[in-house]
C-alpha cells in the first residue's frame, strides 16, 4: 500500500533584528517561509508550491508580513497587526455566528480575549460590524484560513484554535455546528491531528 501526500514544511530563510509592534522594542527575528511539500509515507520528497513567508519575533513568537521589516517608526504600531491577532478575531467571530446566534457572553468573551492579546479594547460595535461583513460576503473560513496558514506559526495556529473553542464554550452549549466548525479550523490551518488535539484536551482540562 502506497502512501502518498502533501503537508506544509516550515523552514528558516534568515534572520536579523526588527522592530516588533506587540513587544514595541528592538529584538530579533527569524524570516521563516513555509512550502508544500509532496509527501511519500509521510517523508516530505518534491516542493510543490511556496505557502507564505514571515517574520517570527523571537520573543512574543508573533508572526507578521514581511513588509514589517521595512515599517516606519513613526508609524502607529496598530498598523501591523500581528497575522494571529487579525485571524483570532476573524475566527472568534465566525465561531460565534455558527450556531445562528449572537449571544451576549460569547459577545463579552471575544471582547476579553483580544484584550488579552492585543492589549488593545474591541467594542459591541466592532464586533458586530465584523459579523455583518462576514454574513454580508459569505465568506468561507476554510478558503481564507488556508490562505492564512502560510503567515502562522504552531503558537499562532494553537491561540486560533483556543480562542475559537472559548468563543464556542461561552454559552455552556457546544452546538454540534461549532464542533464542526473547531475541526474545520485545525484542518484549514494545516495542523496535525496530533497538534489539533492537543490544543482541545488542553483546553477542556481547563
Do not use: W
Not at 457572553?105 to 455583518?132: K, M, W
Not at 460576503?137 to 504552531?154: F, K, P, T, V, W
Request: net charge negative; hydrophobic share 40%; aromatic share 8%.
Amino acid at each position: 500500500m502506497i502512501i502518498f501526500g502533501t503537508r506544509g514544511v516550515t523552514y528558516s530563510a534568515g534572520s536579523g533584528d526588527f522592530y516588533c509592534p506587540q513587544c514595541r522594542s528592538e529584538l530579533p527575528y527569524r524570516h521563516k517561509r513555509v512550502r508544500r511539500f509532496f509527501t511519500l509515507y509521510f517523508i516530505p520528497l518534491i516542493p510543490i508550491d511556496l505557502l507564505g513567508e514571515y517574520v517570527e519575533c523571537q520573543q512574543c513568537r508573533g508572526t507578521y508580513r514581511l513588509d514589517v521589516l521595512d515599517m516606519n517608526l513613526q508609524a502607529e504600531d496598530s498598523q501591523y497587526e500581528a497575522e494571529f491577532h487579525r485571524v483570532v478575531k476573524q475566527v472568534m467571530v465566525q465561531m460565534m455566528i455558527a450556531d445562528g446566534a449572537v449571544d451576549q457572553e460569547e459577545l463579552q468573551t471575544i471582547r476579553d480575549i483580544y484584550a488579552e492579546l492585543t492589549n488593545s479594547p474591541l467594542t459591541d460595535e466592532d464586533i458586530r460590524s465584523e459579523v455583518d461583513r462576514v454574513r454580508r460576503e459569505g465568506q468561507n473560513i476554510a478558503a481564507s484560513l488556508a490562505q492564512c496558514a502560510g503567515y502562522l506559526n504552531d503558537d499562532g495556529k494553537a491561540m486560533v484554535v483556543k480562542a475559537a473553542y472559548l468563543v464556542a464554550a461561552a454559552d455552556g452549549v457546544f452546538q454540534d455546528e461549532e464542533k464542526a466548525l473547531l475541526a474545520t479550523i485545525g484542518e484549514s490551518l494545516g495542523m496535525s491531528r496530533i497538534h489539533f488535539n492537543s490544543v482541545i484536551q488542553t483546553m477542556r482540562a481547563k
